[in-house]
Every structure is written in C-alpha cells, then in structure tokens.
C-alpha cells in the first residue's frame, strides 16, 4: 500500500512519531531552539500531533486545554497535595458562603416526585419561565417585546447548551474570534456542518480569556449589523463579573438591545456556573426565538437527556430578580478587590499590564518582556508547574478547530492566562509561587553575569 501522502515518519528505534518539516503545516519557520530544547513543547506537539495507535480514535477529541494542564498538574504531584499548590487554571469561581452580601447556597434539596421522573428535554416549564422573568427585569424594563418560557430553554451546563445549539445550525458558515473560550474549538471541529465565515457567530462577550467586554453603543452597534443578516450566539457565563458600573450589580447582556424576541436571531447562553458560583449543579440556560428555542430543546433529547430535575426545581427562587441584582454586587465587589490585587502583585513583579480587564476573573498576561527561556505559554506554564503553580498558556485559546495553522505560529503563544476565580488564600499562595520563578530567573541571570566576570 502506498504511503504517499503521509504526514508523519515513524522513528522505529524509539517507536515515537518524527516531526517532518512537511508536518508543520502552513508554518513559517523552523522550530525555534527555545522550542526544540523545551521538553514541555516537544510533549504538547506528541499530545496534539502525535502518532494515533488506536484504529478510529481521535484522542485529540477527547481533551480540551484545561484537561491537558491538569494532566500535566497531576504528574507534578497536583494530586497528591492539592493544598500546597495553587490552581489558578480552571476556570472556576470560589464557592464557598464567605462573600460578604452573598445568599447562601443550599445545602440540601427536597426532591420531590416529579424529580423522580424524566424531566422535558427543555426543562421544566417553571424555571424556564423564572429565567424569562429574570432577564426581562434586568433588560427589558419599559419595552413591548417580553420573553416568556417559550423563549428559555434549560440544559445541562454552559457546554452542553453549545453542542445542542452546534446539532440545530445548518450548514452554517460560523465566525468566531481569537482568543476566546477553548471548549469552542473542539466544539466547531465536532460538527461537519460548521464552516467558517459569517452566517452564525459565536462569541463569549465578557471575554474569556482576556477578561474584557463589548458593551454598549459598540453591543447595540454589532447587534444592529447582524440584525437580519446573521444568527449572533452570545456567550455571556461572566455577564454577571462586571466592573464597568462601579460594582452596582448591572449585568451585561446583548438582551438590552433585542428589538423583537421572537425575531431577533439572538442566543444568549448563560446559568448558574459562573454568576451563582455553582459549577458542579450543572443547570444552564439558552434564550432566544422560539422556533430556535424549540429545536434546542427538542435535540436534547438525543444529546444529553436533560438538566436534572430536582436541582431546577431548587433554582427557581433563587432567580428572583431582586436577589440576583443583591447577588450581583456582592460578587462584583469581592471580585473586583480580587482583580486589584492581583494586577498590583503581579506589576510589582514587573510584568507589564497595561489595561486593567473590565470583567470575568482573567488575566491574559503579556510574558513578552520576561527572559527568553520564560517568554512563552508552555515554558512559563512549566516554570510555575515546578513551583506548584497552574496556569494555562494562551495557545489553548487559539481557536484553530481546521488545524490550518501550527500552533506554534499562535498569537497566543507569548500569553498565559490567569484566574482570579479562587479564594484569596489560594491567589497569595500561587503569586507567591509566580514570584519565585520570576526571582529564581533573576538570580540565575545574575550567577551567569558572575562567571562570565571570573
Ligand atoms: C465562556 C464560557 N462559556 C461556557 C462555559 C461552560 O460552562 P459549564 O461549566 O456550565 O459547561 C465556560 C466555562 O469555563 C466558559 O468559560
């Protein structure tokens, strides 16, 4: 059988996949030697690129960024003593009852018959219609187009809610943006249908993961151009992680600026993950045009199944308008005094931050200045893995979901990014770590100086 074609040469002696100039597609240049002499870059190109030994099996599918990073954690002894190390990679919020204005989370739950059953595929009617309440008063005061339960639509998590509306699209030309949310690019490379270009366009708007958002007149200007001509699907999990308004509890959200709910070709994709600080309930929720609603709600009925019914029933009250806008400040403001101390340590370490992000809980943190030998996602990532310290290195949010271009061409190779999302206990602790590799770095310069010297 003839093997022309092939995009990589096997290495019989070690068994281990050769990397062919051919296989660096599209690229520019030669590995540079940071790159070759790196053991965590020749490990993330095996992962990704690597020679596949199960017939049918695409494992790249199976992982996202974060999953990678957590592997790497784990071989460092992240597991073993998770105390002592700081997880500033996932993208996960605090949880605890200690936020000063917060409601406290339940702790247990009544579960009733109906939670026995198989719940609808949309979710229950009742909380469907409390999410619609919800948005109305928080953006629909004054205006004659209301949303009703019709246009909620109850699934899974953030991330179940995306792969339902990717199964509805048809064959859709999709516009998306770099950097943005990782989930995204195994998502798009998931559906065949999915093609690039600008019929749909997704975005998660705050932005993960560069911590700022479009807000309004640049929102209602964007929604104003697609109105008619494309079907925008607005992420908005950090709507609720606003530092725009002076922490007064406002939420960002491009329903401010729908003219007709059951026209205007809008998602809104959000739930209690982020905001309400409960990812582990997996209760989310999509808003839009019924008839778009319907087919989402329809779909999960051969994709997941449903959102748990027992912890829907429990969600309702806490989506009463007033508490979530209570909810809303409290969060903002501990969040924000989060954001102010980070950004201050990490200047204080001499890394150059120049815009303050607006919202979420990211930093997307330039290395560009650092030492060569740190400059970069991966390297960096590795430095601060050794002092017990994980981040993400930017390449992962590189949406690149046709792998047209090498990773290592990403504008988001010189970047990290950082969550704030922990308690302050664990932020210290991982900026403690951070300023160690930064010192360490130093001193290693300064020892170098010294021999040249002698
Ligand atoms: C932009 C964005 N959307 C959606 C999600 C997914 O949320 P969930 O954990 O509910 O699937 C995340 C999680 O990190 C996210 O960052």
């Known amino acids: 059988m003839p093997f022309n074609n092939r995009k990589l040469s096997i290495n019989h002696r070690e068994g281990t996949p050769q990397l062919s100039k051919a296989n660096r597609r599209f690229t520019m240049s030669d590995p540079s030697v940071n790159e070759t002499n790196s053991k965590i870059h020749r490990q993330f190109r095996n992962a990704h690129e690597g020679h596949k030994s199960h017939a049918g099996l695409d494992p790249t599918r199976a992982s996202t960024g974060v999953v990678w990073c957590t592997e790497r954690a784990y071989e460092h002894g992240f597991d073993v003593e998770p105390?002592?190390?700081a997880n500033l990679g996932q993208g996960a919020p605090e949880v605890d009852d200690d936020i000063e204005g917060s409601f406290?989370?339940?702790?247990?739950?009544?579960?009733?018959?109906?939670?026995?059953?198989?719940?609808p595929a949309a979710g229950i009617k009742s909380l469907r219609a409390a999410v619609a309440n919800m948005y109305n008063a928080?953006?629909?005061?004054?205006?004659?187009?209301?949303?009703?339960?019709e246009n909620v639509c109850i699934v899974p998590g953030g991330r179940a809610g995306l792969i339902r509306i990717a199964a509805v699209l048809n064959n859709a030309y999709l516009g998306f943006f770099i950097p943005d949310y990782t989930a995204y690019n195994e998502m798009l490379s998931l559906f065949k249908n999915i093609a690039r270009g600008t019929s749909v366009i997704l975005t998660s708007n705050p932005r993960n993961p560069t911590g700022r958002v479009v807000k309004n007149p640049q929102l209602a200007?964007?929604?104003?151009?697609?109105?008619?001509?494309?079907t925008l699907v607005m992420d908005e999990f950090y709507g609720g992680y606003n530092y725009t308004s002076d922490c007064s509890g406002t939420t960002v959200s491009a329903a401010d600026n729908i003219d007709d709910v059951y026209a205007d070709d809008v998602l809104l994709i959000d739930g209690l993950?982020?905001?309400f600080r409960l990812p582990g309930w997996r209760i989310a929720w999509i808003v839009g045009p019924k008839e778009f609603i319907k087919a989402i709600g329809s779909c999960g009925s051969y994709l997941d199944g449903g959102a748990n019914v027992p912890f829907q029933?429990?969600?309702i009250p806490m989506l009463e308008p007033e508490k979530v806008r209570?909810?809303?400040?409290?969060l903002q403001s501990h969040f924000r005094d989060k954001r102010d101390y980070v950004v201050g340590r990490l200047r204080e370490m001499g890394f150059n931050i120049n815009t303050i992000p607006?919202?979420?809980?990211?930093?997307?943190?330039?290395?560009?200045?650092?030492?060569?030998?740190?400059?970069d996602g991966l390297n960096f990532f590795q430095a601060c893995l050794e002092e017990k310290v994980i981040i993400v290195p930017g390449i992962f949010f590189d949406l690149n979901p046709s792998k047209r271009r090498d990773l290592f061409d990403s504008p988001c190779h010189h970047f990290v990014r950082f969550s704030y999302g922990p308690k302050i206990g664990t932020l210290k602790l991982g900026l403690d770590g951070i300023q160690r590799v930064v010192d360490n770095f130093k001193l290693g310069a300064h020892l170098e100086q010294a021999v040249e010297y002698i």
């Open 83 to 85: 105390e002592l190390g």
């Open 104 to 119: 406290e989370r339940p702790s247990n739950i009544h579960i009733s018959m109906t939670g026995r059953e198989y719940g």
């Open 138 to 149: 928080h953006h629909r005061e004054g205006k004659e187009s209301q949303y009703t339960w």
């Open 221 to 230: 200007e964007i929604q104003d151009i697609c109105r008619d001509r494309a």
């Open 273 to 275: 993950t982020k905001r």
């Open 313 to 315: 029933e429990t969600a």
């Open 326 to 330: 209570k909810e809303m400040v409290a």
């Open 358 to 375: 607006d919202s979420t809980f990211y930093l997307w943190l330039d290395l560009e200045g650092l030492p060569d030998e740190l400059s």
